[in-house]
Structure formats: C-alpha cells, structure tokens
C-alpha cells in the first residue's frame, strides 16, 4: 500500500510534518494516525511486530466486531485504543467507544 492509499483513512492526518490541531483529542487522533500510516507504508516484519501485540490487545478487550463496517481499519482502531488507554492511564473500554463515536467519527 502507499501513503496515499492509507492517508485516505485518515481522519486527521494528511501527511504533515507537523500536528495542525491544537485541541488534545485531535492531536492524539493525528498522531495515532501518522504513527500508523508509518508503520503500515513499509509492511516490514518491523512494522508488523509493533502493530501485532496493539492489535491482539484490541481483540482481547472485545472490540473486534466495534463498528466493524465504519471504513476504519481494526489496525487502526487499534492504535487508537492503545493509545487512549495509554493517556488515560487505564482500561476503559466503554469510554473509548464512547471517544470513538462522539469524537472521532463525528469530526
């Protein structure tokens, strides 16, 4: 895949160099997305072995079903979870979705 090809699943990021958003949320999004169109583009086994536990985490949680016809890919909607639970400093599977359809996806 090319960038392109995975910025066109972006919601925020569009290939800055630098994050244009100054509201929290937005910027967690631009950089969950840059992070992953990064990881995505080489599809190394580097990659791979960065996104895979993320991804196995999701699932765990029962999320893989979640808005599974939104367009969104699970990779994708894995990093952001990884990183919500990580700025949240917990576990909160029910304020991610929350998260996810309120702000997210809306925006």
């Known amino acids: 895949m090319y960038k392109n090809d995975l910025q066109s ?8 160099t630098v994050c244009p958003f100054k509201d929290g949320d937005k910027q967690m999004f631009w950089l969950c997305e840059k992070w992953w169109t990064e990881q995505t583009i080489p599809a190394t086994d580097a990659g791979c072995e960065l996104i ?22 699970i990779t994708l909607k894995a990093v952001l979870f ?26």
Do not use: H, M
């Open 82 to 107: 990884n990183r919500y639970c990580k700025y949240a400093e917990r576990v909160d599977i029910e304020d991610f979705r929350k998260l996810y359809r309120t702000t997210y996806i809306k925006d």
């Open 52 to 73: 895979t536990p993320i991804l196995k985490e999701y699932t765990d949680a029962g999320l893989s079903s979640f808005e599974l016809y939104d367009g969104v890919p």
């Open 9 to 16: 699943f972006c919601r925020f990021y569009k290939g800055e």
